[in-house]
């Protein structure tokens, strides 16, 4: 467990103490302690449906991300889970499948979910090789776990130099969903084996 | 006048942590009444925003807020409640004053005027329109919806002018002729007891002003420093405030819907629980699904006390009431204590723990004031709590950012072999 973790714990416990009060989720099956045991009579219209509330709760998670499909560059690939590799950059699939970062949003949730994909292995072309061609308006499609699928449209395609990734843009919070998929372009380095910029296409939710 | 911005109750929330509690343990159920009016205290005047961002705050404070209360405005024309009618006029009118000087003093004296003229107008307008759907009189009603949709116009030409073209007129105008749609639109649906419908348009009104509070603000600077208004983090923030400032007016709505029926309950809560499923959603982007299920569960708790306070007011249950204010005391340390766990102590637990009981207050004491038809106070309660939850919403998001932006992946992907380089150069 966390320090974060053991704290929440903690201090839950050492609030449930100090109040006395009820725990999640069960509050409205007792009634509380200083009420009347007979509610008086209702004065205003309301009160009725208003002693009914309940809060919405039921947040689930959603799917993970399975596959990915955009039509105009044949792309079809299966999606691996992504986590961070020991420099603090994302790690990178295998040349012939796409994968997602698993540490960020899921495609369709709030924020940007990003894809990853090689344009090339040592040999020939891989996953992403035509990622460079997508244009505004292009679709593109990622299913889930659950079978359901989402749908983005292309804002956008960029190159920017490694050196001058845009790591807000790609990766930071927002409440708006949103993909971002990356490979490499524009030059590249023999003596380094890399190339030397990354391309990004930028897509918002799309129908 | 009133404070203008949230970012004053920020670093007042950061600072004022010791005050809070002699605060709140002192606070009678109204709020702060000045010693000559018995009204009320009313907030001094902030400073003027000194940047980007705190003007785009402040605007987009001012339009949200501005939407809600005509929205109310229009409904006391509707239900015939004279005496709310007369205390959302009055505040209308200090609103459109104060708007006006932070429209001055972001486009300058001469155009700040020329905006109060046409927001005014807007404001005469919208209360003909209420007064024709009243009245059941379909000629007066076109007749105020003409002169909306010309005052719509006028915002566009004058905003193009004012931001030397870099706002379209057309743009601005579509942006304003939405709002005058939505606040006549929700107005048809309550009239016609389509409360669901209105309740929903009126958050969509109010979202939708938030946002045209922003591109105001960005209209009214050169590109480079408008460019910080558009900056991932800023973005972010104004996304949370707009969630948490519409969580504070929804349980407004509900609350006062308690007393006037069931349906109108139900379509108040109905946009509660949406706002609450949109926060949850937004924090599992930030914190992950385990923790927004937490975050879900604590924030559920805060909601049915708010509710269950004013329930029990509407009950006059005095018994409830107490048990009511003592859950929500509960509710309010779980919550603090979580997202001073999820900000990893950015804001400690104790000021959170006071701002959020500050927030509980606020609409304690809003629905008292409201449930004696003191309307004024009612509403003076709602601008200040409102003002202090965008606060508090502005000192998350910036914890937040923090505790993120380490956490974030770095640089660029080495996503190809160099097999097909030649081909591509």
Partial sequence: ?207 | MRSRTGLVVLVMLALGAAACDSNTANRSSSPPTTQASGHPAEHQGAAPATTPKELAAELEQYFAQHTLIAVRQMRSVLTATPDYRKAADAELQEYTEELGQVVAAAYGDAQGDRFKQIWQRGITDFSSYADAVAANDASAKQQARAALLADADAYGSWLAEASNGRAKASDAATVMRTHVEQLMAQADAYAAHDYAKAYQVEREAYEHMFTAGTSLAKASLAPKAAAAIDAPAEKLRAAFAMLLGEHMQLVIDTQRATFAGAPEFKAAAAQVNANTTALTKGMGAIVGPKKATEFEDAWAEHVEGLLDYSTAVASNDEAAKTAARQEMRGYGARLALYLSDVVRNEVPLEPLTNALGEHDQHLVDQVNAYAEKRYGEAQETEIHGYEQMLGVANTLVAAIQKTVKPQLPVGGSQTGGGGTANRRR
């Fill in chain 1, 1 to 207: 467990m966390t320090g974060a973790g053991r704290r929440l714990v903690a201090g839950a416990a050492a609030l449930a103490l100090l109040v006395g009060c009820s725990q999640a989720g069960a509050r409205r099956a007792e009634p509380a302690p200083a009420a009347t045991s007979q509610p008086p009579e209702p004065t205003v219209p309301g009160v009725d449906v208003a002693r009914g509330f309940r809060s919405a709760r039921g947040y689930r998670a959603t799917p993970a991300p399975v596959r990915l499909e955009i039509p105009k560059i044949g792309v079809a690939s299966s999606l691996i889970p992504l986590g961070r590799a020991a420099d603090g950059t994302v790690e990178v699939p295998p040349w012939k499948v796409a994968g997602w970062y698993a540490r960020g949003p899921r495609p369709g949730d709030p924020g940007s979910a990003v894809i990853l994909g090689h344009v090339d292995s040592t040999g020939g072309p891989a996953v992403f090789f035509r990622l460079r061609e997508l244009r505004r308006g292009d679709r593109i499609e990622v299913r889930r776990a659950d079978g359901s699928r989402v749908r983005f449209v292309v804002q956008r395609t960029a190159q920017y130099d490694k050196r001058r990734f845009p790591t807000d843009e790609v990766y930071y919070p927002t409440l708006t969903p949103a993909l971002r998929l990356v490979t490499c372009g524009g030059e590249f380095d023999y003596t380094s084996g890399h190339y030397r910029s990354n391309i990004i296409v930028f897509a918002r939710l799309g129908t």
